[in-house]
């Protein structure tokens, strides 16, 4: 029996970067520019990258469109995870979610609080899925990106991590969808 974690060595996937911030431009947004070039290093192809306000509805058209996109596979998002009044990038984005990936968010604060300690608890980074499309959400701080790319996404964006992988899993996602379709159909 096969536990669908496998997958070809190398697998490009197309991904999209976004910063939301009211007050980083694209000559600073130093966590974009991350990013960027993370994915690129391993391979990865980018998709489209944007600078948003922290405006929830913004955002939620914005990823929206991506997910809808079947040409993109995942989504980076820095920004609007912490606790001050205009940040809301989870109160934006956990709705279109079909399923959240709990564990990233637990290992994202464990490893920041080996780093940053109690502070680490203020970080609302979250992840999950929406129509077969990875949503991953970090802090805004390049150092925050560092942590999430280094110690979590580019492991799980790559084919060869063993014993399992995000990627080996992408035949499989929209599996209920696929038998609901081929329902009606019939």
């Not at 096969?2 to 996937?13: I, R």
């Not at 947004?29 to 990258?49: F, K, M």
């Not at 996109?69 to 109160?91: K, N, Q």
Request: net charge neutral.
């Amino acid at each position: 029996m096969s536990s669908g974690c496998t997958a070809p060595s190398a697998t490009a996937l197309s991904l999209c970067v976004l910063t939301v911030s009211d007050s980083r431009t694209p000559a600073n947004d130093t966590s974009g520019d991350y990013l960027v070039q993370a994915l690129s290093d391993a391979g990865h192809r980018l998709h489209e990258r944007t600078l948003l306000p922290d405006d929830r509805y913004q955002l939620r058209a914005l990823v929206s469109r991506w997910i809808a996109d079947a040409a993109v596979d995942g989504i980076l998002i820095t920004g609007g995870t912490g606790f001050t009044g205009r940040d809301s990038t989870p109160e934006a984005l956990m709705p279109l979610l079909d399923k959240i990936m709990d564990g990233f968010g637990e290992m994202f604060r464990a490893i920041s609080y080996q780093q940053i300690g109690t502070s680490a608890m203020q970080s609302r980074a979250f992840a999950g899925l929406a129509n077969g499309t990875f949503v991953f959400c970090v802090p805004g701080s390049t150092s925050a990106c560092r942590t999430a790319w280094e110690h979590l996404i580019r492991a799980q964006l790559d084919a060869t991590t063993k014993p399992c992988n995000l990627v080996a899993l992408r035949p499989r996602l929209r599996e209920s969808a696929d038998v609901r379709a081929e329902r009606r159909e019939t």
